[in-house]
């Protein structure tokens, strides 16, 4: 029953965040898809005028590709691909924080809890399901979506280079490696989820918790540590502001070089921190959702 | 015949404000109990402690659990309907079925279409499209499709039409009143569940005013009509309350023999709401 449960709480979170799960990633993948075909249309028409036959910007990227060795063109061809995933990974990010700090917070405020409640659902099971798509749902489906749109603008130029002498094997799927991009990307995504854990919890909790705005809570506490830090703390520097500032930031921001399987293992005593971090504010966002009433 | 709530001290504290104070009655199995009481008299608080929703002190068992230690198991066989439309608004009509019969497993979602045929509610309309009226005929079919034991209404037709409120309380007769379901509402709307009722549980201010079974109240309590020169002879038996009707008076009398009384006047049982006046207002006086 537990299982039946969950698979329904989880349609349930989808039901109601429709446009933050379904429709902005697509709309994210249709304006990923409009730009890429926009640039070639723009680079096809656009010609250089340093080269004497007019060749097209395109046509002249392309053969300056062609120029490139095989290791040179997966550096460079598979460091733009990867690039273009980060307005999806950074968009996962933000909506999944957003989605957590209003995920019990709404239910209170439009008196829906006293409709959850009387089903026979317990809250541990409700606040898990909001983990979960908060940590893995949103990351993946956006996640989905953004290989679908890299994979069809990959389709688009083939389409474009079939019929030309370019050899597109080699100078576009094979530096880019579709596949393991696809790892890779699901890799991070979870990696991220772990690395995030204790904002994610925190988000939960202050969800669980606040009686009103989450959103200025979110913002405000860890500033409010950053100031009683400065002031109080016998220590040079910010200890605990720090390790949440560390814990905040995208893994992106790591070059593709620093972040790998090594990286988790050197980094494993702050993930297990934040994961521990993060398992106490959902462990008491379980425990304020038993409490709490409506606001 | 056994309890399906049993309520014994039952108190609740807001800060200084005592919610309730001390509360001891039964809901016994098959009955149908009306919990009266104004504004402020502890009626949803004392509701929701029955599911869990809030904190309480003293004891309070529903089908034989504590409802502050696994709400979510006593929910299996207790359904509720609060006082405003709480569906959330985003949600499509087809996906809240859909919801029930994921997470309860005594839903039946052929009861449900069933129940929904007869009424105008589309399956692909978010519950914000539907007037009040249809949001509460929703509520209801999704809760008659329960098997539950105990069904809990907190003012369900409030801010309803007549019309509306009129099919709610029949299609509740109809389909969920039997021997072995029960049914505990709490309403203002006093003379629309009158005939309902089995049992009766009167709140003021927190306290107990009554709780007694319907038959013992028609006994205990006597209506008498009695025109002005026996007015004062009729005094003379000690009514709770009194009030002028169309230039008669109506006398309400506690424990005293009907034939004392039929000698003065026409007796007749006492209403709901008019018992309830009477007994808060000498609450007051005894106070």
Redesign the interface.
């Known amino acids: 029953m537990i299982r039946a449960q969950m698979i329904t709480l989880l349609k349930r979170e989808f039901w109601e965040h429709k446009t933050l799960m379904l429709y902005l990633p697509a709309v994210g993948s249709g304006l990923f898809l409009i730009s890429v075909v926009g640039l070639l249309l723009l680079t096809n028409a656009a010609t250089s005028t340093e080269i004497i036959f007019e060749e097209s910007v395109f046509e002249l990227g392309l053969d300056k590709l062609v120029a490139l060795d095989n290791a040179e063109r997966t550096l460079w061809l598979g460091g733009v691909y990867r690039l273009s995933s980060y307005p999806f990974l950074l968009m996962s990010l933000v909506v999944a924080l957003n989605y957590l700090l209003g995920s019990m917070f709404n239910e209170r405020k439009d008196r829906s809890i006293l409709f959850w409640k009387s089903m026979p659902v317990s809250d541990a099971l409700t606040v898990v399901s909001k983990l979960v798509t908060g940590i893995f749902v949103v990351p993946m489906i956006y996640l989905i979506f953004c290989l679908i749109a890299q994979l069809l603008s990959l389709f688009v130029l083939t389409l474009v280079l079939i019929g030309t002498d370019y050899p597109v094997w080699d100078i576009l799927w094979l530096p880019i490696n579709p596949i393991s991009h696809t790892f890779s990307l699901l890799f991070y995504q979870l990696m991220q989820s772990f690395w995030s854990a204790p904002w994610f919890g925190y988000a939960l909790l202050l969800s669980a918790w606040a009686k009103s705005s989450p959103v200025v809570w979110f913002f405000g506490i860890p500033v409010a540590v950053a100031i009683l830090e400065r002031v109080y703390s016998p220590y040079d520097g910010l200890i605990i502001f720090d390790w949440l500032w560390a814990h905040s930031l995208p893994l992106l921001a790591m070059s593709d070089e620093s972040f790998n399987l090594e990286w988790m293992l050197v980094e494993v005593t702050g993930l297990l921190q934040g994961i521990l971090a993060g398992m106490i504010c959902v462990g008491s966002a379980v425990w304020l959702r038993g409490k709490h009433n409506e606001i | 015949m056994n309890a399906v709530v049993s309520v014994q001290g039952l108190s609740k504290q807001y800060g200084s404000h005592v919610a309730l104070n001390n509360l001891n009655f039964e809901i016994p199995q098959g009955s149908v109990v009306g919990i009266i009481g104004p504004n402020g008299a502890g009626k949803t608080t004392a509701l ?1 402690a029955m ?1 869990g ?3 309480f002190s003293g004891s309070l068992r529903v089908l034989g659990r504590d409802p502050s230690k ?7 066989d207790v ?4 006082d ?1 439309g ?7 009509v087809a ?1 809240a079925l ?8 005594r839903f039946s979602r052929s009861r449900a279409l069933e129940l929904l045929d007869g009424t105008k509610i589309k399956m692909n309309s978010q519950i914000k499209d539907l007037s009040k009226g249809m949001v509460t005929q929703l ?1 209801l079919a999704l809760v008659m499709s329960l098997d539950v034991s105990l069904l809990i209404l907190d003012e369900p037709t409030l801010g309803l039409d007549i019309v509306y409120r009129k099919a709610f309380y029949d299609r509740l007769l109809a389909d969920f009143v039997d021997e072995t379901r029960s049914l505990a509402i709490s309403t203002h709307q006093v003379e629309e569940i009158e005939s309902l009722l089995t049992h009766l549980v009167f709140l003021n201010d927190g306290e107990l005013v009554l709780a007694s079974r319907i038959e013992e109240m028609n006994q205990r309590f006597i209506t008498l009509q009695v025109a002005p020169d026996k007015l004062e002879q009729a005094r003379q038996l000690g009514p709770i309350g009194e009030q002028q009707l169309l230039g008669r008076w109506h006398l309400i009398f506690d424990s005293v023999p009907p034939e004392e009384l039929t000698v003065l006047g026409e007796t007749r049982l006492t209403p709901i709401a008019d018992l309830f006046v009477a007994l808060v207002q000498l609450e007051k006086v005894n106070d």
């Open positions: 929701k599911l929703l809030t904190s696994g709400r979510h198991r006593i929910m299996q359904c509720y309907i609060s405003v709480v569906l959330p608004r985003w949600l499509k996906d859909s919801y029930v019969e994921g997470v309860h497993p509520h």
